[in-house]
């Protein structure tokens, strides 16, 4: 999960990024990432192929982190 939370703050800007250049362009366009990513990916679908996994599993895994952080703060290394 700390591999996924790194990857996340560096993909929320670039999502942002390419939200801001499809509406430019009108939505029009079939780009791809390196990677062969399409550049209308959501965020958590780039980091959880980051970490070999689905985008809703990654969701699903920071869920249960999150849970166990808000139930135990004093063994979190991390807050989700």
Do not use: F, W
Not at 22 to 41: D, E, V, Y
């Amino acid at each position: 999960m700390a591999l996924g939370l790194d990857l996340e703050a560096i993909e929320k800007p670039k999502a942002k990024e390419r939200e801001h250049q499809g509406q430019k362009s009108g939505g029009r366009g079939k780009k791809k990432l390196p990677g062969n990513l399409p550049a209308s990916i959501d965020t958590r679908d780039a980091v959880g192929a980051g970490v070999g996994m689905s985008g809703k599993t990654y969701e699903r895994a920071k869920a249960v982190v999150r849970d166990a952080d808000e139930r135990n703060p004093a063994v979190s290394c991390r807050r989700v």
